[in-house]
């Protein structure tokens, strides 16, 4: 009967366990059959009303025919939900309850299903509001709700506005204090007028403004918050939360002044970079990108700046190298900084102008690192340096020519290698004309890049263009003393300076495309003068080449009159040379036979002179003689100062014993060295033999002995001889007035006398002596040296090697410096 409903029907034995199994399912009915035992029938039905899992479930009795009528008030009483079906059971109507029970459960169900969701949506509800309120009491700003009036009452606040403000939330609900109280009164206008636009445009606002907290500190806010419409109220409510930013507001406030500070410090840097006489370019890293360039730059470059992006772009700029080969971008150093990280400091390099020429550029390029050692970009500082390399150049050149000029005394010689030296240096060609006694033009030296246009340059000397007279070229330029510049020679120019056909076609043949003649000049006279030309090159002379050209002319002038003064200077020292050796001739003459009749008067003398006045007598005879000898001393010094000049010292050699010439010389000043209160003594090793000029030695061993007497103060002298290997030692010893140090270096030069603290009338004599004898040792093979202090005397030392001079016997012997 129950088939058709389609629903399971489950069959248990009560009471038993299946019956509790099947009370866990929740059954929609229980059908008890208590056809056969009413009964158990009741009594199962009251222990399931009994049963707390099956007292709401409906309960339908099948009871027997028997059954119906009878009336048991202990059997029905606490059956609720009970129903009773007698036999014979209408199967629709069995279906009809059962049916009715199983709606009713099922409605059951679902009411349960939907008050458990009611009760889960409360409990979600209860934790969201949970959740919200810790989350707005946590979180580090005050969330509120005002209303949207002037005075912002709030109808909430979270617990953030205690530590923003000073003021709890109770304090803003019972209104004891407003919202509009504690807002900086400059702000209040604002922050109204930006709420209401908001609003208006129906957007959410945002807000900056001040607040003054409970303490009176005054604190910045940013808030954000939204106009909302309220169910059931006719006021407008705002929402939103202020945050405070007091810490941010003073580091932006901060950091707008120390930007400021940079954009100051950024123009002051870039007013100060623009000023500077220097390119300067700042290129970012690693990119390469232009991020600064100064006026300056441009001005060198001589181009519009390029705003390059990388690295690569800068292939676009106009470096080349010597030989005419543009950069590539990887070769500028600014690039090579970019790629290593590594500084190029002193780089030279070649910047094409816009009209074809050349400008050198003496680059620094370094790095720009951050605090972390990051390369942040390059800086590059640049300057023009062509005519300091051009000066170089030409200091360079020019000293190469004045070392010309001291090789050699041969004037021509030298002028031949300036005139080689200028080319190509200042030309392709270079030709030094001369004026000559007689008043013509000869050329003295020509040379050309091209070793065979040498010759044709002397045949354009030859063909008669050298004329004093001539209007223009090398012989108005001598006339004048003026310089003379022709940047562009043109044919018509040839033809009026050509003074012949000849003359034309060999001009012509030269090829001149430009002309520099400068003159010659040194000491109010003008020598000659020095042509440049280019030929065929297609470079031209400028303004910039008269200096360096100038100067070469004058040094070439100074070489010049410096060669005609040598040769004059010569010619007189020659003539005083033979005047010296005439005079001394001539004066010996006399001296010969006055110092013979001095001699044999003083071996008659002592026949027929009495004793009254014999004494006074002798003494002024001993003196004539004295003089006598010292002039004749004098006569032998300038013949000898003659024939070292002339290259004509002529040594005689010989076994000679240098301590026999010593005790010689000596026992001639032992009575004139005891006139000057001097007392010689001499010690010698016997014998001191050497291959030497007796007669010069004796002059030499005259000479120190001399000064020493002289110069002694009357203090003892001592002269010592001795041999030491190969050598020959002489030593002179006075304790005399000493030699000042200054005076020591040029004690042996020629007139180099002593400068002691006698005057010059107290010592006397030509001041030749030291230097014969130093040309006379030199000349032996020898040196000579003093050692003196001033007071303390003089020690001279003379060494000479026992062999001889290294130039053999009789040698010609010139000491001329």
């Known amino acids: 009967m129950l088939a058709p409903l389609d629903q399971p029907v489950l069959k248990v034995v009560p009471w038993s366990e299946a019956l509790l199994g099947l009370l866990d399912q929740e059954p929609a009915c229980l059908l008890v059959d208590?056809?056969?035992?009413?009964?158990?029938?009741?009594?199962?039905?009251?222990?399931?009303?009994?049963?707390?899992?099956?007292?709401?479930?409906?309960?339908l009795l099948l009871l027997g025919a028997s059954a119906y009528g009878q009336s048991d008030p202990s059997w029905d009483r606490g059956l609720e939900l009970v129903d009773c079906l007698f036999e014979p059971i209408p199967p629709d109507l069995l279906r009809a309850k059962v049916g009715?029970?199983?709606?009713?459960?099922?409605?059951?169900?679902?009411?349960?299903?939907?008050?458990?969701?009611?009760?889960?949506?409360?409990?979600?509800?209860?934790?969201?509001?949970?959740?919200?309120?810790?989350?707005?009491?946590?979180?580090?700003?005050?969330?509120?709700?005002?209303?949207?009036?002037?005075?912002?009452p709030l109808v909430y606040v979270s617990e953030g506005a205690l530590p923003l403000t000073g003021y709890n939330s109770e304090d803003f609900l019972a209104r004891r204090v407003l919202w509009e109280d504690i807002v900086?009164?400059?702000?209040?206008?604002?922050?109204?007028?930006?709420?209401?636009?908001?609003?208006?445009?129906?957007?959410?606002?945002?807000?900056?403004?001040?607040?003054?907290?409970?303490?009176?500190?005054?604190?910045?806010?940013?808030?954000?918050?939204?106009?909302?419409?309220?169910?059931?109220?006719?006021?407008?409510?705002?929402?939103?939360?202020?945050?405070?930013?007091?810490?941010l507001k003073h580091a932006e406030q901060e950091r707008e002044r120390l930007l400021a500070e940079v954009e100051a410090e950024r123009c002051r840097l870039e007013a100060i970079l623009q000023q500077l006489p220097c390119g300067l370019y700042v290129a970012e890293a690693p990119s390469g990108r232009t991020l600064l360039a100064n006026a300056e730059a441009e001005q060198l470059l001589g181009y519009p700046l390029?705003?390059?992006?990388?690295?690569?772009?800068?292939?676009?700029?106009?470096?080349?190298?010597?030989?005419?080969?543009?950069?590539?971008?990887?070769?500028?150093?600014?690039?090579?900084?970019?790629?290593?990280?590594?500084?190029?400091?002193?780089?030279?390099?070649?910047?094409?102008?816009?009209?074809?020429?050349?400008?050198?550029?003496?680059?620094?390029?370094?790095?720009?690192?951050?605090?972390?050692?990051?390369?942040?970009?390059?800086?590059?500082?640049?300057?023009?340096?062509?005519?300091?390399?051009?000066?170089?150049?030409?200091?360079?050149?020019?000293?190469?020519?004045?070392?010309?000029?001291?090789?050699?005394?041969?004037?021509?010689?030298?002028?031949?290698?300036?005139?080689?030296?200028?080319?190509?240096?200042?030309?392709?060609?270079?030709?030094?004309?001369?004026?000559?006694?007689?008043?013509?033009?000869?050329?003295?030296?020509?040379?050309?890049?091209?070793?065979?246009?040498?010759?044709?340059?002397?045949?354009?000397?030859?063909?008669?263009?050298?004329?004093?007279?001539?209007?223009?070229?090398?012989?108005?330029?001598?006339?004048?003393?003026?310089?003379?510049?022709?940047?562009?020679?043109?044919?018509?120019?040839?033809?009026?300076?050509?003074?012949?056909?000849?003359?034309?076609?060999?001009?012509?043949?030269?090829?001149?495309?430009?002309?520099?003649?400068?003159?010659?000049?040194?000491?109010?006279?003008?020598?000659?003068?020095?042509?440049?030309?280019?030929?065929?090159s297609g470079r031209h002379f400028g303004p910039e080449t008269l200096p360096l050209a100038e100067e070469l002319a004058r040094r070439a002038a100074l070489a010049l009159d410096n060669a005609c003064l040598y040769r004059e200077a010569r010619h007189a020292v020659k003539l005083r040379d033979e005047f010296l050796s005439v005079a001394s001739h001539e004066l010996k003459t006399p001296l010969t036979p006055l110092s013979l009749k001095l001699t044999a008067l003083s071996r008659e003398f002592p026949q027929w002179a009495g004793d009254a006045w014999a004494a006074r007598f002798q003494h002024h005879l001993d003196m004539a003689q004295r003089q006598v000898h010292k002039l004749t001393t004098l006569i032998n010094m300038l013949l000898d100062i003659t024939r070292i000049s002339q290259g004509e010292l002529a040594l005689r050699l010989e076994e000679t014993d240098l301590g026999e010439v010593l005790r010689e010389v000596a026992d001639w000043f032992v009575p004139e060295a005891a006139r000057a209160g001097s007392e010689l003594r001499v010690e010698r090793e016997a014998p001191v033999p050497g291959r030497w000029d007796r007669l010069r030695l004796e002059q030499v061993v005259t000479n120190l002995l001399s000064n020493a007497i002289r110069y002694g103060a009357g203090r003892p002298i001592l002269v010592?001889?001795?041999?030491?290997?190969?050598?020959?030692?002489?030593?002179?010893?006075?304790?005399?007035?000493?030699?000042?140090?200054?005076?020591?270096?040029?004690?042996?030069?020629?007139?180099?006398?002593?400068?002691?603290a006698t005057s010059e009338r107290h010592a006397g004599g030509l001041g030749l002596g030291l230097y014969i004898t130093r040309c006379i040792v030199e000349s032996l093979g020898g040196s000579i040296r003093v050692e003196s202090r001033p007071g303390a005397g003089s020690t001279f030392t003379v060494e000479l090697p026992c062999s001889g001079p290294p130039h053999g016997r009789g040698a010609l012997y010139s000491m001329e410096r």
Request: glycine share 8%; proline share 5%.
């Open 34 to 59: 208590a056809r056969r035992d009413r009964a158990a029938g009741f009594k199962v039905a009251h222990r399931l009303r009994g049963h707390e899992r099956a007292r709401h479930i409906p309960l």
């Open 306 to 536: 390029l705003k390059v992006q990388s690295s690569r772009e800068f292939a676009h700029y106009h470096a080349i190298h010597p030989d005419g080969r543009p950069y590539t971008a990887e070769e500028y150093p600014i690039t090579h900084v970019l790629a290593t990280g590594k500084a190029q400091t002193g780089v030279e390099l070649l910047y094409r102008q816009p009209d074809g020429s050349c400008r050198t550029l003496h680059l620094n390029a370094g790095p720009v690192r951050d605090s972390q050692g990051v390369l942040r970009a390059v800086v590059a500082s640049f300057m023009d340096i062509t005519e300091r390399k051009r000066t170089e150049l030409h200091q360079a050149f020019l000293a190469s020519v004045g070392e010309l000029s001291g090789s050699t005394l041969d004037y021509e010689v030298t002028l031949t290698q300036v005139v080689r030296k200028a080319v190509p240096e200042l030309g392709d060609a270079c030709m030094l004309d001369v004026v000559e006694p007689d008043g013509t033009l000869r050329r003295m030296a020509a040379h050309h890049v091209d070793p065979a246009q040498v010759e044709l340059l002397h045949e354009v000397g030859r063909s008669g263009v050298l004329r004093l007279d001539s209007p223009s070229g090398p012989g108005s330029v001598i006339r004048t003393g003026k310089t003379a510049l022709l940047p562009h020679v043109t044919d018509d120019m040839i033809v009026r300076y050509a003074p012949n056909a000849t003359a034309l076609a060999l001009l012509r043949r030269v090829h001149i495309t430009s002309v520099l003649t400068v003159p010659l000049h040194a000491r109010g006279r003008t020598f000659g003068a020095l042509t440049f030309m280019y030929c065929r």
């Open 720 to 756: 010592r001889a001795a041999l030491e290997g190969d050598l020959a030692r002489l030593v002179v010893r006075d304790e005399g007035i000493g030699i000042p140090p200054e005076a020591q270096a040029h004690l042996f030069d020629k007139f180099g006398k002593f400068e002691r």
């Open 184 to 247: 900086h009164p400059d702000d209040i206008p604002r922050v109204w007028e930006d709420v209401q636009t908001a609003v208006s445009a129906r957007k959410p606002f945002t807000l900056t403004y001040r607040l003054r907290t409970r303490t009176g500190e005054e604190r910045w806010v940013w808030g954000r918050g939204v106009e909302i419409q309220v169910p059931g109220s006719t006021h407008p409510i705002l929402e939103g939360f202020i945050t405070d930013i007091t810490t």
């Open 100 to 152: 009715m029970c199983i709606g009713l459960h099922r409605r059951e169900q679902a009411a349960r299903s939907a008050l458990a969701r009611v009760d889960c949506i409360e409990a979600a509800a209860h934790e969201r509001e949970r959740v919200l309120n810790t989350l707005l009491g946590n979180l580090p700003v005050m969330v509120y709700r005002c209303l949207n009036e002037s005075d912002y």
